[in-house]
């Protein structure tokens, strides 16, 4: 990408921690992550919406009614170059700040998360994103988003995470307060920065979604900060009446966990010719989705060096499922919320704010890479 002035970018070096932080802060990437970019996917969410459309959410109590985690992230907005020297030119790396901070947002929460993602990724060297985010910002651009949320009316309360990208948010986050109307909801904002604090985002923010009800509690955090936050930053959501320590459902879902691990497990076959894989599901409501959905013939796919997908009938049903762990490594099964897919894993992957664990391989994990174009998958009884 052709570089800006030579000027430009010695203040953009002077500045690059003071006002955006850095190349960490900005968020984070891997190549064999699932949640990496993938611009032509654009996914509706057609889960059924629990408040009905219109409902009146003036005078809500703080910790009551439905969470939307929204974050604009530089790990799912960029694609990783190959050739990024990182030692020269800070590059994307895993884990991205506000995508942690998200994620442990929406862990505390039990809310539904939402990545603002763009159809023009940005460039994953850190200097060649400062010139692009600079650019748009001198010319009040509003980048084109993938997708928005869908039934945005079902949600009473927004958690909006964003990094400081030139002593303000990134122009994509406008791009979205202005495509979803967030008047009359309950906003938190949670930021991670350089020196440059809040700076002027709170302002950016207010000025376009002016009726929002916006709070001042407000999280920030600096980008060395971050990946130790997981305490302060649940500690914040907490006061606000929203963690799950205040919540008096806190006990039920708990409980609920508590049998879902206890219950006995449902398994699945991956069939292809005389091969193949039995995965032993957790019981959670988005593997019992998958179970329902069964039997059905489908077409899987390559992605990555690391993982086969394939994309169910109908989208699966997120909420209070556990979020895949890389611990658990090859042979998990997993769901992307974003693009809707089922993932199978022949080998380790980096952890992602939206991937859902559904279950386990217990038989056939060597097969796993070697299925071919077409597969069928039937419940076991």
Request: hydrophobic share 35%; net charge negative; charged share 25%.
């Amino acid at each position: 990408m052709k570089r800006i002035l030579s000027f430009l970018l010695t203040m953009a070096m002077i500045f690059s921690l003071a006002a955006c932080g850095s190349a960490t802060d900005s968020e984070s990437f891997s190549s064999s992550d699932p949640g990496q970019y993938r611009a032509e996917t654009k996914a509706e969410n057609t889960e059924e919406a629990i408040l009905s459309e219109g409902a009146d959410r003036e005078g809500k109590e703080p910790g009551t009614g439905n969470v939307l985690v929204a974050y604009f992230s530089w790990a799912d907005n960029a694609i990783l170059a190959e050739d990024v020297d990182a030692v020269s030119s800070p590059s994307v790396l895993p884990p991205g700040n506000v995508q942690q901070l998200a994620a442990w947002v929406r862990e505390q929460t039990g809310g539904d998360i939402f990545s603002i993602r763009v159809t023009d990724p940005y460039p994953s060297d850190w200097d060649e994103c400062l010139e692009r985010a600079n650019e748009e910002r001198g010319e009040n651009t509003r980048p084109e988003l993938i997708e928005n949320v869908a039934n945005l009316d079902r949600y009473d309360a927004v958690f909006l995470g964003y990094p400081n990208w030139w002593y303000g948010v990134p122009m994509a986050l406008l791009s979205f307060l202005e495509q979803n109307d967030l008047s009359g909801k309950q906003v938190y904002l949670f930021c991670s920065h350089g020196t440059g604090g809040l700076a002027g985002s709170v302002e950016q923010i207010t000025e376009v979604a002016p009726d929002a009800v916006i709070s001042d509690n407000i999280f920030d955090c600096y980008e060395e900060e971050a990946a130790s936050s997981e305490e302060a930053i649940k500690a914040w959501i907490d006061g606000l009446g929203y963690g799950s320590q205040t919540d008096a459902e806190h006990g039920s879902r708990t409980e609920a966990e508590e049998e879902v691990a206890d219950m006995s497990e449902k398994q699945i076959s991956v069939q292809f010719g005389d091969t193949e894989v039995i995965y032993e599901l957790n019981g959670s409501p988005a593997a019992e989705s998958l179970y329902e959905m069964l039997p059905f013939t489908v077409e899987v796919e390559d992605y990555s060096t690391n993982e086969k997908i394939f994309y169910p009938p109908e989208e699966l049903a997120c909420v209070e499922t556990p979020l895949a762990s890389s611990d658990t490594g090859e042979g998990t099964l997993a769901y992307y919320e974003p693009w809707r897919d089922v993932v199978m894993f022949y080998a380790g992957f980096n952890e992602n704010s939206s991937l859902y664990e559904l279950g386990y391989a217990v038989s056939g994990i060597e097969n796993i890479s070697r299925m071919p174009g077409t597969i069928t998958i039937e419940a076991i009884e």
